[in-house]
Each structure stands twice: as C-alpha cells, then as structure tokens.
C-alpha cells in the first residue's frame, strides 16, 4: 500500500513538472514589434518612392498636406516551441532589417533593406511581417519598389 502510494505521487509530481516544462515551451514570446511613425510635409510637386525587400503596404489618400509613415515589424510565432530558429537568431534579424525614411525636398523616400541581404535570413522569412500603413496627399506621386525584380 504505501509502496503504491509513492508511485502514485511520483507520478503526479512527473505529470507535473513535464506539464509545466510543456508550458513554458508553448507559451513563451518574443512579443518583438517595432514602429516608426513619421509626419513630414508634403510638396504637392514631389514624390514618395517606397522601397521595401518585404512586407505589405497601405496606401490611403487624404485631403492633409503631410505624409503619415507608420511601419511595423513583428515575429509573428507566438510558439517558441514551433519556431525554426532560437530567439537570438530572430532578434538579430529584426535588427538586420533596417528601414530609412529620407526627406530630400521635394521628394521623400522610404527604403526597408537587410544590411546582410533577404537571401542570408532565407529560413525566417516566412515568420516575419511587416506593415508599411502611408496616409498620402491625393496629388502626390507615389512609386512602389521602383528596384524590385
């Protein structure tokens, strides 16, 4: 009886400490999400060039003289469990990934570019998102990733 009743409890401590190892492994974040917000004047005779490696973009036209840049970059697995690379290999390539927004009058420019190049973080690719939300001026000119292949 008390033999039996020791197994029972090394069980229950097994079920336990495997359930909260599951846990930690499942639920872990990275919670990584970065945003650039800028409002720089908009010349009616000028243009914005977007020219991004990846991601989406919105475009919205308004009646407001300013261009409104927001962009967002984020880790979209949320399990640490399922992911194909370790944590330090996904914040080095959120790093990697640079973007530059360049006011030139009277054209702006937005530029969204790994410094190692998009073919060394091939494998992340498909976990990354990224958002590029512009709110525009209506006579302004805009060009979307005029180097793209």
Known sequence: MIKSNRSIIFLI???????????????????????????PPADPNGHLTVDIEIGT???????????????REKWKSRWLMFQPKPTKWIKEMLKDLEFTITEE?????IEGKFKRGREHWQDGLEWLTV?????????YEVILNPTSK
Not at 13 to 39: A, M, Q
Not at 133 to 139: C, F, G, I, N, T
């Open 57 to 71: 973009i919105k475009i919205e036209f308004t009646d407001r003289s300013l261009v409104e840049i927001n962009i």
């Open 105 to 109: 009058p009277p054209n702006i420019r």
């Open 131 to 139: 958002h590029v939300q512009l709110k525009v001026p209506r006579e």
């Open 13 to 39: 401590i097994l079920l336990l400490s495997i359930s909260l190892i599951i846990f930690i492994l499942v639920k872990g974040e990275i919670g990584y999400s970065e945003i650039i917000k800028r409002s």
